[in-house]
């Protein structure tokens, strides 16, 4: 921890592998108790940070045996320079292109068993409280991306002049841009009220859930009419709209696509079917 708070080491999450997306308890990972040591064996795609950490924090099966599948899973702390580690940056990303992302793979990787974080078979509800907390963090990432995008069309729509007006005067324009700002604004105050209570301590998930799913929507339909604003200018590399149109879906997909936050909301109105 020290090196991490002085930025000095750089830390990540290693959960979604090739067919364990969505469906965290499908990871296949495994780590198995030789001694003192886990031997790790497994694989993970769409890790942030994967070729820069200094370690990762990664879910693993080591109660294999456990009644529940959810009790089947810890979290080991992985440092990445140890022998049977390997990680490869993806390329050709669709956006968040400055951020780094990759597979890594660990092949009879040994830790030793002081690296666990917490109790066995815990992992999976270790991450389920940590999804509350980093959900949040993208809802602001979100509405960061739609108020930029936002501004980007302002400024454009009020130099940029057709059939001898300014953009900006045309009551379609106006209207874009109204609906830009009340949706930013909703979205706003929506993860803002979950966050607050979540710094109260009370996690109310189908409400941290709401929030993803509407500024994830947010961000994609505010870039998208952004970008449409700008008119054929959006569609070169020259304006930065299209950088925003790119990185803005995203955020309707990792940390939870909407499709998993329209169910956490609907069990919690409904109940589980």
């Not at 308890?25 to 031997?39: F, K």
């Not at 907390?133 to 454009?156: F, P």
């Not at 949706?183 to 709401?210: F, P, T």
Request: net charge positive.
């Amino acid at each position: 921890m020290p090196p991490l708070v002085k930025a000095k080491a750089i830390t990540g999450a290693a959960i979604t592998e090739p067919d364990a997306g969505s469906d965290v308890s499908s990871v296949r990972t495994t780590a198995i108790l030789d001694g003192n040591e886990y031997v790790m064996n497994g694989a993970k795609t769409f890790i942030t940070g994967g070729t820069m950490a200094d370690y990762l924090l990664v879910l693993c099966i080591t109660e294999s045996e456990a009644k529940s599948r959810h009790d089947r899973f810890s979290v080991i702390v992985v440092e990445t320079n140890r022998k049977g580690f390997e990680a490869t940056k993806l390329k050709h990303k669709l956006g968040l292109r400055a951020s780094d992302t990759a597979e890594i793979s660990f092949s009879d990787v040994r830790v030793p068993k002081e690296n666990l974080i917490g109790k066995p078979g815990r992992g999976f509800q270790q991450f389920m409280v940590f999804f509350d907390h980093t959900r949040l963090h993208v809802c602001a990432e979100a509405i960061g991306l739609a108020q930029g995008a936002m501004e980007q069309a302002i400024k454009h729509v009020q130099k940029r002049h057709q059939f001898g007006k300014a953009l900006a005067s045309f009551q379609v324009t106006q209207f874009k841009i109204a609906e830009m700002a009340t949706r930013i604004e909703a979205g706003r105050n929506l993860y803002q009220k979950a966050a607050w209570l979540l710094d109260q301590g009370r996690v109310e998930s189908h409400l941290i859930s709401m929030a993803k799913w509407y500024t994830g929507e947010t961000a994609v339909r505010v870039a998208e009419e952004a970008l449409q604003l700008h008119g054929g200018y959006g569609f070169i590399g020259d304006y930065n709209i299209e950088r925003f149109y790119r990185d803005s879906k995203i955020v309707e997909i990792y940390e939870g696509t909407k499709e998993v936050e329209k169910t956490i909301i609907a069990r919690q109105l409904l109940g589980k079917y």
